[in-house]
């Protein structure tokens, strides 16, 4: 999946008086010409503080909101154009799996229905085949036969996610985006759900984006970490690398604020100052210049775009880009937010 300048902003409700008056209209930037590449197979990690546009971007990848400008591309087909059958289609291959399943199963209807629903719907087994089918995704899933026959209440959050997992399973996606899938789980249940993760992405050869605030989450699970701050991805690089050797000042600062990571590897950055600015009023230049402590004064100039790095990689840092004027970053005053 290649995303390319992706934008989305959300128009702010204004007064009746604000518009009479003429002010300008206000949006939520939420997402910032965002690049990104998410290559066959592998998990790649979405990481941020809240509000930094991780849902919109995952929502936008699966079509539940149609991006401002920019282009997504799922194996060379422009998604951002897809309609009818063919957008059916591509929400078949590229599924979004949510932080509660609970909301979209039907109390009603036992798990076995759920998912018999679910093949017949998009037509992927003969009926004389989908009792086996089912039996095939429980174990898959690691919940009992005798699942089948039961209503979603009688599960626990764990379980219930696992009859979502399932119940995507079911369509034989390619690529599965979780957000926040287990955010709401206990910390013990929560690994459960994430070795499941894991091991049906070995299996399945599953494309996954995990979207979490849980740093330890997404060490544990992704191959490659992208970091989103204000909209737009500031780092991607493999996991090792963002973790072991963060190049990104916001990264390092969200590293170093994380309490339960390895101190030894932690880096010496002080963690995360000030508050998290407005989307609606983000900063010119960097848009984290205002919480760096090493922002400098072109940072508030201009805006560092995503550039590879020697050792692989990318990021969006003037600390990193060829100095353009002169003098070298260090030796340029710094910057009063
Ligand atoms: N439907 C919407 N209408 C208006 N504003 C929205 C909408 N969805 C998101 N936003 C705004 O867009 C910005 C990005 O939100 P988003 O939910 O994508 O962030 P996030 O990184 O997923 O945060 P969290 O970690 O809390 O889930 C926020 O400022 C949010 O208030
Ligand atoms: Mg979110």
């Known amino acids: 999946m290649q995303v390319r ?50 849902s919109t971007l995952a929502r936008c990848l699966v079509r539940l909101y149609d991006p401002d400008e920019g282009s997504v591309r799922y194996g060379g087909e422009e998604v951002t154009a897809l309609r009818g059958a063919a957008l059916r289609a591509y929400n078949r291959r590229v599924q979004m799996i949510f932080q509660d399943p609970y909301s979209s199963l039907n ?44 209503l979603p209440h009688e599960f626990s959050g764990g379980q219930r996610q696992r009859i979502g997992i399932a119940r995507a399973l079911a369509l034989e996606p390619e690529c599965l985006i979780a957000d926040e899938l287990v955010s709401a789980l206990d910390v013990s249940v929560q690994a459960q759900v994430v070795n499941l993760l894991l091991e049906l992405q070995e299996r399945l050869d599953l494309t996954v984006l995990f979207v979490a605030h849980d740093l330890r989450l997404v060490q544990h699970l992704s191959h490659r970490v992208a970091v989103m701050y204000l909209g737009r991805v500031v780092e991607v690089a493999d996991t090792a690398q963002v973790f072991g050797a963060p190049r990104h000042p916001y990264t390092q600062a969200l590293l170093a604020a994380a309490p339960s990571l390895d101190p030894a590897r ?57 100095v353009t004027s002169g003098a070298a970053p260090g030796q340029l005053d710094k910057v009063t937010p």
């Not at 949006?27 to 930094?52: K, M, N, Y």
Request: with cysteine; proline share 10%; charged share 20%.
């Open 5 to 54: 300048g992706l934008t989305k902003t959300f128009p702010v409700a204004t007064s009746l008086l604000e518009r009479w008056r003429g002010g300008p209209r206000r949006a939520v930037q939420a997402l910032t010409d965002v690049h990104l590449s998410v290559r066959r197979g592998e998990t790649l990690g979405i990481v941020g503080e809240s509000g930094c546009g991780k």
């Open 266 to 322: 932690r880096t010496a950055a002080p963690a995360l100052q000030g508050e998290l600015p407005s989307p609606l009023n983000i900063p010119s230049g960097c848009a984290f210049r205002t919480r760096c402590p090493q922002a400098f004064a072109r940072c508030a100039e201009e805006r560092p775009a995503l550039q590879p790095l020697p050792e692989g990689g990318e990021v969006a840092c003037h600390l990193y880009s060829p």
């Open 107 to 150: 109390p009603r209807m036992s798990v076995g229905q759920v998912l018999r629903e679910a093949l017949s719907v998009h037509r992927m087994r003969p009926p004389a085949e989908q009792e086996a089918r089912v039996q095939e995704l429980l174990t898959l899933v690691g919940l009992p036969q005798s699942a089948a026959g039961r």
